[in-house]
């Protein structure tokens, strides 16, 4: 299993696919996920492209940026659900809620800050195919590197719900986010508890106590 610090780095490369778009139609509940993620493309490297020194020294525009223009395209309530797995059916609402918002809050900072080492990666997409009577669909990528590293297969599980496609889980490079933190914080939860887990994700999250 990689290490937390090492998978979440990786996040960095989450921004390239999920930013509204900024030369194409809007996105409506019918907009397929495909077409969602690469309009997003277009803009989270426009943005970084022509702010990147905004946002180096103005950490809390960048966290805005991201909280504003991403937190829509996840389903977090479904991906905590999924993280704290038998956790969430025992814990108590108030703490389904707390753990949802830090998680999402989490994510958010983690990969806003690691998107300001983006050096121009190319977004390579795969065929796209789906069910059209599904409610779930998987958008392929691949994140194609300039400095000679190996290539990184990014996918995104999507699902649709009245207010249109949701992401729910990512792969990267063959892992799953739902599932790496589930493995990283179902072990903590077994050592100290929900609460603890959630105080620690506070901390970190710079949210008072």
């Known amino acids: 299993m990689r290490s937390e ?47 990147h020194a905004k946002y180096a020294h103005d950490r809390a525009a960048l966290y805005a940026m991201v909280d504003h223009r991403i937190v829509p395209y996840f389903d977090f309530r479904r991906m905590s659900r999924w993280v704290l797995a038998r956790y969430w059916r025992t814990a108590k609402p108030a703490q389904r809620a707390a753990f949802t918002t830090q998680f999402r809050d989490l994510l958010v900072r983690t990969y806003a800050t690691a998107l300001l080492s983006y050096s121009g990666q190319r977004i390579s997409y795969l065929p796209y195919r789906h069910n059209p009577h599904s409610r779930h669909a998987v958008v392929k990528s691949v994140i194609v590197q300039n400095n000679g590293s190996a290539n990184v297969p990014l996918d995104y599980m999507f699902v649709h719900k009245k207010i249109g496609w ?44």
């Open 166 to 209: 949701k992401v729910y889980d990512v792969t990267i490079d063959g892992v799953s986010l739902v599932t790496n933190y589930r493995s990283v914080y179902g072990r903590k939860i077994r050592e100290h508890g929900l609460s603890a887990l959630i105080a620690n994700m506070k901390h970190a999250n710079g949210t008072p106590p």
């Open 5 to 51: 610090r090492r998978y979440i780095s990786t996040l960095a490369l989450l921004g390239l696919l999920l930013m509204p778009a900024w030369v194409a139609a809007a996105i409506t509940p019918s907009t397929p996920p495909n077409i969602i993620v690469e309009q997003k493309t277009n803009q989270i490297l426009h943005l970084i492209e022509t702010k």
